[in-house]
């Protein structure tokens, strides 16, 4: 699986977009970007994920780059329970692939 | 009410003795999944399993067994040859090629 790259920490005020980067540069053309969270001792939630094309749910939306080798994630309107560590993961799919997980965002959401 | 449960949610254990930490999921999912997350780290694949009575080594499996002899369950047996065993573990599953979802985890002490 492609190797990600993702700030170390960020802070975004209640009510305001919170826009997390990835970097993935060699990605390859059959792997998708997925996004989980983490909450402190809870286990990762899923977010979104996508091939090429932008998505959006009623989580979040997902932002790739024409040339796929980075993405943002968009929380449209952060509240204090977004609070939580924030995961870039590529992968193939079709197959009983591991995620990935590397030390991820830590975004704080303050008032 | 479906879903992914682990329990027990905390469990410690004597410094020698094997420990087994149980996932069940009733979401009809084929393949599921062991990780352990260490303090401030990402999650490492420990075993995981496509079908019933079939399991793969992941990339920390030294120390640990498991079993799948049923769909819905996929117990992970800490054994006294895992070193350094304290760790959150957490359990995951996924239908086909679909995306991955977790349990809420075990936090594991060893006295």
């Known amino acids: 699986d492609a190797k990600t790259t993702q700030p170390t920490s960020m802070d975004c005020a209640e009510g305001r977009a919170a826009n997390l980067p990835c970097n993935h540069s060699t990605i390859s053309g059959n792997e998708y970007v997925y996004w989980y969270r983490q909450i402190h001792s809870q286990g990762p939630q899923y977010i979104i994920h996508?091939?090429?094309n932008n998505e959006t749910n009623e989580m979040a939306s997902l932002i790739i780059t024409e040339d796929r080798k980075s993405s943002t994630l968009i929380l449209p309107h952060a509240t204090l329970r977004d609070t939580a560590v924030y995961y870039c993961?590529?992968?193939?799919?079709?197959?009983?692939?591991?995620?990935?997980f590397g030390t991820g965002t830590r975004l704080q959401v303050t008032l | 009410d479906g879903g992914i449960t682990q329990s027990p949610k905390y469990l410690f254990r004597k410094e020698g003795q094997n420990v087994t930490l149980s996932c069940e999921q009733n979401?009809?999912?084929?393949?599921m999944y062991w990780y352990r997350q260490d303090p401030g780290q990402g999650l490492r694949l420990i075993y995981y399993?496509?079908?019933?009575?079939?399991?793969q080594k992941g990339d920390i499996a030294e120390g640990y067994s498991v079993s799948r002899e049923k769909k819905e369950s996929f117990p992970l047996t800490v054994t006294s040859a895992q070193k350094n065993p304290t760790a959150f573990y957490l359990c995951?599953?996924?239908?086909?090629?679909?995306?991955?979802?977790f349990g809420p985890g075990t936090r594991l002490t060893v006295l």
């Open positions: 995951a599953s996924r239908k086909g090629s679909d995306t991955q979802y």
């Open positions: 993961i590529v992968t193939k799919t079709g197959t009983a692939s591991k995620l990935t």
């Open positions: 979401l009809n999912h084929d393949a």
């Open positions: 996508g091939l090429k």
């Open positions: 399993s496509q079908i019933v009575n079939d399991f």
